[in-house]
């Protein structure tokens, strides 16, 4: 029977109802999940995690939120192996790629905990700067703290990270005392899933401080108020369709967004071939084509190479590419595994077809 993926949203787990999004192993093209949000109320979400998860992680100290930071680094360490796994079924990575985002995952929270460590113990906000004198007399002076908004921090996060894209955002926030909804992109959200549920599981946070959509937005950032944060990563496309929703616009929300890239390795002009900084050249250009298949935001999408030496760069990094075992990720001598939907292998496709119309072999 097909898993149907769950949201878990004002405190509880939902399945959602009407007609459900697919997501598969895109070796196999096996149907692994389904997922849908129709008939979530995302109002009540939003208000749920305003009421009662803003105010118990408000409650807490830096030093609190940090060591809950690190529970969920830990708790989500205990299940490694399964959920490399599940990288590699539902995004096509290889064991490295895996590790790639899972370690990130739990490193960057244990990361954010360590920052929470070298705050004040006691403090729940951030003196910014040293006090300022602003009249004459000494006892006119001003200092600025940082708060936590009395809102919710709406994720909206990409496909090639589901776990290092989630905790990225989601450290940040709860660092700051508030509360989260995070939502993966729906093709590769089984693992964003499986890591929440883990989470809910060993309670290792406050009710309301972390929910989890498991499909479409739909109308959540409808619900969005001028104390809410909302944060993206994805195209330069959608990005805009965010930015320019008139709830957002109109409340004043905050919105931050991660997009499109346009990358470059530069070979130098004075750099000759056989030398050390021409292999490392070749080894980190081949590196970034064929980690996660190229499917991160900071691969290389453009290489520099003098004219005089295109031809001889060329053909030595073709060399280097070409000892990149592809094929299905779960064997142990595959580097590359395919992308991560068919959706993304049509992109890839279409923009090989334009650079063949637009440029010289």
Partial sequence: MTKLLRSHVGGNWHEGTGKRSSLFDPTTEDVLAESSTEGLDFG????????????????????QRGEMLQAMASALHEYRDELLDLARQNGGNTRGDAKFDVDGATGTLSA???????LDEGTSFFADGEPLRLARSPRFVGRHLLRPLH????????????????AEKAAVALLAGMPVITKPATSTALLAERMIEILVEGKVLPAGALSFIAGSVGDLLSHAG????VAFTGSANTAYRIRSQENLLRQSVRVNVEADSLNAAVLAPDVESGTDTFDLFLREV????????GQKCTAIRRVLIPESMIEEAREALGEEIARTKV????????RMGPLATKGQLEDVQA?????????EL
């Fill in 327 to 334: 094929g299905n990720p779960a064997l142990r001598e595959v």
């Fill in 226 to 229: 001028p104390q809410d944060v």
């Fill in 351 to 359: 923009g090989i077809d334009k650079l063949l119309e637009q440029s």
């Fill in 112 to 118: 954010y905990a360590k920052i929470a460590s070298g």
């Fill in 44 to 63: 009540a979400a939003v208000d749920f995690a305003r009421r009662e998860g803003g105010p118990a992680l408000r409650g807490m100290t830096f030093h």
């Fill in 286 to 293: 081949a590196r970034d084509v064929t980690q996660k298949a």
């Fill in 151 to 166: 809102g919710v921090a709406i994720h909206v996060n990409a496909f090639n990270f589901p776990a290092w894209g989630f």
